[in-house]
């Protein structure tokens, strides 16, 4: 049916809410998002009041349908604006309005006003209302771990600690590795290793901690390859950067000999361990005897081929020397020997005529051909029997200088310590 001149009227008041008057003017109070990256298209909702659409009649139905044909817009500052397009209508408070991309490249990175004009003319400003942030970076990443140089051997686990981030209103999309070996002398190959971290969504960075171990039939000199891919949501290409690490593996540490093989229960033999791979510093590499570090504080790492100390105490009998680093353990194919202090329990005869030699048996355990047996009243100045001879490990024959007085008897080995018979010997007047 023909729309007459009275219902014309009608759908006019209803439209304008009242032609003439009283009538509304648009207000803008806010633009969401108030910034954004100016590489795209941009979908802005205008939040205020007033915002009165003009209606069409839909023929199918009759119903009067809300359209925002006549509202125009642009945003910018003078003398530059671009223009605003795809008006839509939300609701009397809230508009939505497209900025395309060819448009937004050309917006300065300054505050920009928001202005609409509705199918009455009527105009609406947000000074200030939006910021363009122009073209949107790549995201950041920060590999913490793993730090590359020689510190990775065949059977080590690679600890990596990565985190990516990008700026606001930016977010992070997705932070994944890839670990892949070469082919093994064998012929074998492992398969890539690959996961993702987890996130948040609309987060603006990921923080990512994994493990990975080598594998250990790979042999020293091959190079394994770590590959950190982190995502943003920037227009591709632009939206991912990717951290490559080739890790190329070393040799493990070694232990090939330690000087002398054996030593005392009381520890503070000096000692030292030859191999490869040994690293000083805080960090470095430590010596163990046993369960117990090599004095002082695992040893001291000479170079990268020796560590120095004295071996710790320990029970009589065999121990594993051992030397830890970043590298792993080393492992000596023997063992190190601890040994008895010699004992004295008697010197035959304990006494002997002042002025002459006398010839001595001493009795006791643990003797061994360094054993030497002293007299006087300190080991620093003792006088040494001569014409020693090992009849067993449990006897010593010599002859006793001569002296006067009582003094004690000492029995010292180089490599395994001393002990003492007090007062043991005295010399008499013929």
Same mark, same amino acid.
């Given at each position: 049916?023909?729309?007459?001149?009275?219902?014309?009227?009608?759908?006019?008041?209803?439209?304008?809410?009242?032609?003439?008057?009283?009538?509304?003017?648009?207000?803008?109070?806010?633009?969401?998002?108030?910034?954004?990256?100016?590489?795209?298209?941009?979908?802005?909702?205008?939040?205020?009041?007033?915002?009165?659409?003009?209606?069409?009649?839909? &023929?199918?139905?009759?119903?009067?349908?809300?359209?925002?044909?006549?509202?125009?817009?642009?945003?910018?500052?003078?003398?530059?604006?671009? =223009?605003?397009?795809?008006?839509?209508?939300?609701?009397?408070?809230?508009?939505?309005?497209?900025?395309?991309?060819?448009?937004?490249?050309?917006?300065?990175?300054?505050?920009?006003?928001?202005?609409?004009?509705?199918?009455?003319?009527?105009?609406?400003?947000?000074?200030?209302?939006?910021?363009?942030?122009?073209?949107?970076?790549? !995201?950041?990443?920060?590999?913490?771990?793993? $730090?590359?140089? &020689?510190?990775?051997?065949?059977?080590? $686990?690679?600890?990596?600690?990565?985190?990516?981030?990008?700026?606001?209103?930016?977010?992070?999309?997705?932070?994944?590795?890839?670990?892949?070996?070469?082919?093994?002398?064998?012929?074998?190959?492992?398969?890539?290793?690959?996961?993702?971290?987890?996130?948040?969504?609309?987060?603006?960075?990921?923080?990512?901690?994994?493990?990975?171990?080598?594998?250990?039939?790979?042999?020293?000199?091959?190079?394994?390859?770590?590959?950190?891919?982190?995502?943003?949501?920037?227009? !591709?290409?632009?939206?991912?950067?990717?951290?490559?690490?080739?890790?190329?593996?070393?040799?493990? =540490?070694?232990?090939?000999?330690?000087? =002398?093989?054996?030593?005392?229960?009381? #520890? #503070?033999?000096?000692?030292?361990?030859?191999?490869?791979?040994?690293?000083?510093?805080?960090?470095?590499?430590?010596?163990?005897?046993?369960?117990?570090?090599?004095? =002082?504080?695992?040893?001291?790492?000479?170079?990268?081929?020796?560590?120095?100390?004295?071996?710790?105490?320990?029970?009589?009998?065999?121990?594993?020397?051992?030397?830890?680093?970043?590298?792993?353990?080393?492992?000596?194919?023997?063992?190190?020997?601890?040994?008895?202090?010699?004992?004295?329990?008697?010197? $035959?005869?304990?006494?002997?005529?002042?002025?002459?030699?006398? !010839?001595?048996?001493?009795?006791?355990?643990?003797? $061994?051909?360094?054993?030497?047996?002293?007299? #006087?009243?300190?080991?620093?100045?003792?006088?040494?029997?001569?014409?020693?001879?090992?009849?067993?490990?449990?006897?010593?024959?010599?002859?006793?200088?001569?002296?006067?007085?009582?003094?004690?008897?000492?029995?010292?080995?180089?490599?395994?310590?001393?002990?003492?018979?007090?007062?043991?010997?005295?010399?008499?007047?013929?």
């Amino acid at each position: 049916m023909p729309i007459g001149p009275r219902a014309g009227f009608a759908f006019c008041a209803a439209a304008l809410v009242g032609c003439a008057g009283n009538e509304p003017h648009p207000r803008i109070d806010a633009v969401d998002p108030a910034q954004a990256y100016t590489d795209r298209n941009i979908w802005l909702t205008l939040t205020g009041a007033d915002f009165i659409p003009s209606f069409r009649i839909d &023929p199918g139905s009759g119903a009067r349908v809300a359209t925002m044909e006549g509202f125009s817009g642009r945003i910018g500052s003078e003398p530059n604006w671009e =223009p605003l397009t795809y008006f839509g209508w939300i609701g009397p408070t809230q508009i939505s309005v497209g900025l395309l991309k060819e448009d937004a490249e050309d917006l300065p990175l300054v505050p920009c006003d928001v202005e609409i004009t509705d199918p009455r003319g009527r105009v609406a400003v947000l000074r200030a209302g939006f910021l363009g942030l122009g073209a949107q970076a790549p !995201p950041l990443v920060t590999v913490t771990s793993p $730090t590359i140089g &020689p510190i990775y051997v065949p059977g080590t $686990t690679i600890h990596a600690v990565v985190t990516a981030t990008t700026s606001p209103p930016g977010q992070m999309t997705a932070l994944t590795w890839i670990y892949t070996e070469p082919k093994a002398a064998n012929g074998t190959q492992r398969q890539p290793v690959t996961a993702s971290c987890p996130s948040r969504p609309g987060a603006a960075s990921i923080d990512c901690a994994f493990d990975v171990t080598v594998s250990s039939n790979l042999s020293a000199g091959m190079t394994v390859n770590l590959d950190i891919t982190a995502l943003n949501d920037a227009v !591709p290409p632009d939206n991912q950067t990717v951290k490559h690490f080739s890790i190329g593996l070393t040799p493990r =540490p070694t232990v090939s000999l330690v000087t =002398p093989q054996f030593g005392g229960v009381a #520890g #503070g033999t000096n000692v030292v361990i030859q191999g490869s791979g040994f690293e000083a510093g805080e960090a470095g590499s430590r010596a163990y005897f046993g369960t117990s570090l090599l004095i =002082p504080n695992g040893g001291i790492v000479v170079n990268n081929e020796t560590i120095s100390g004295y071996a710790p105490a320990h029970d009589e009998g065999f121990v594993a020397v051992t030397v830890q680093s970043r590298l792993g353990w080393a492992y000596w194919d023997q063992k190190f020997e601890y040994r008895p202090w010699p004992q004295i329990s008697s010197i $035959t005869p304990a006494l002997g005529l002042q002025g002459e030699d006398t !010839p001595v048996r001493v009795a006791g355990a643990n003797f $061994t051909k360094t054993t030497i047996i002293y007299l #006087g009243q300190a080991l620093a100045n003792a006088v040494a029997l001569t014409g020693v001879t090992l009849a067993t490990d449990i006897e010593i024959d010599g002859v006793v200088p001569p002296g006067s007085g009582q003094v004690t008897v000492w029995a010292f080995d180089p490599d395994n310590g001393w002990t003492s018979l007090p007062n043991g010997f005295s010399w008499i007047e013929p």
